[in-house]
């Protein structure tokens, strides 16, 4: 039924495919760096820049505490009466947000309600975890910004995504699994909840009432990502500044944070859920309105915008990684990725 709009609607398109023109991007610019990991250098204080594997811990770690919700690192080796006296202490009550410690595009995110499904969570993921408050800030969006080296280095917002989570609104008579199958962002999800959720699936919600269909604001779950780019003002520029000069060594990141308004947002009051490196992609792209051509413009923009943040950091003597640390690095995440793949299957 939705088989036309996966076809032409870039947004749909598989990671890998959509990406295709990027991979150009990069070798363009690793040829006139002579480095084919050039950027690892933007952000000397997370690994390969934030390319791959990077410690979701280790990130926050860096950021002011003021803007990081309570959050607490779970081992392999803790027991679990340890993560609960922990959560206790760290004041976090349920739902919470867990998530591997490393991980990627969503990837094992979840809320969980309870200790119970916490303690069957934890047992069945043997991976470090990230469990973290779960914030009830309406407004959820991803911000991307760099700042040159130097006390006087040029500083800039360049992206603003808001995020609109997956619902459907029920007539009284349709299941939500017949709403679903009605709008394609929907649609695509069945599979997952007939896994994950199939309860859900046969409930019948009243007429004109919205029901929230998935917490978690990730683009492969079936967020809507929406162009904020209009937010970016001169009010908002001096809000995000001192607080991204804060952050030592990272010159080119995304927050993915909540926040109360877009007024707020511009304030700079917001909490950061994560702080994603030099692949953290301007996710304003993915505006359903904001067209394939537009989008490719933008990320090369990025990318240049990545070398000329290397240049820059080489002038102050910071070097990239070297190729052999940057392959000992990949293949110790590419391991860890095939333990998770050993457990999923």
């Known amino acids: 039924m939705h088989f036309f709009t996966r076809l032409t609607q870039w947004e749909y398109h598989p990671w890998w495919l959509a990406n295709i023109p990027v991979y150009g991007f990069w070798l363009w610019f690793a040829t006139r760096a002579r480095h084919l990991i050039f950027f690892s250098n933007v952000n000397p204080a997370i690994p390969l820049g934030g390319a791959m594997g990077e410690s979701k811990w280790d990130i926050l770690k860096l950021l002011p505490q003021e803007i990081v919700p309570k959050t607490i690192l779970v081992e392999v080796s803790d027991d679990f009466e340890e993560v609960l006296t922990a959560l206790e202490s760290a004041e976090i009550g349920f739902p919470l947000i867990a998530k591997p410690d490393v991980g990627e595009r969503g990837f094992l995110v ?38 040159f080296p130097g006390e006087d280095g040029a500083f800039g917002i360049s992206s603003v995504c808001l995020k609109e989570f997956l619902y459907v609104r029920g007539d009284g008579l349709s299941t939500i699994r017949q709403l679903m199958v009605q709008n394609a962002r929907s649609a695509f999800q069945v599979p997952r909840f007939e896994r994950e959720f199939p309860e859900i699936l046969v409930k019948i919600p009243p007429e004109g009432v919205p029901v929230l269909l998935e917490p978690i604001g990730n683009h492969s779950r079936g967020t809507k990502f929406l162009n904020g780019n ?60 904001y067209g394939m051509f537009r989008a490719y413009r933008d990320l090369w923009w990025h990318w240049r915008l990545l070398f000329r943040l290397h240049r820059a950091q080489r ?6 990684s070297s190729l052999g640390e940057g392959l000992r690095f990949a293949r110790g995440y590419f391991r860890y990725k095939k333990i998770l793949e050993r457990q999923t299957s």
């Open 230 to 289: 209009h937010l970016i003002t001169p009010e908002m520029l001096a809000a995000f500044e001192p607080i991204c000069r804060q952050i030592p060594g990272v010159q080119y990141a995304r927050f993915d944070l909540k926040c109360d308004s877009s007024e707020a947002l511009q304030r700079g009051a917001f909490k950061v859920m994560e702080l994603n490196g030099i692949l953290g992609e301007p996710a304003h792209i993915y505006d359903p309105n």
């Open 110 to 147: 979840k809320k969980i309600d309870n200790q119970e499904v916490l303690r069957k969570y934890l047992a069945r993921w043997r991976v470090k975890f990230v469990l973290q408050e779960f914030l009830l800030m309406p407004v959820e969006a991803s911000v991307l910004y760099h700042v």
């Open 315 to 320: 002038e102050q003597g910071i070097l990239p």
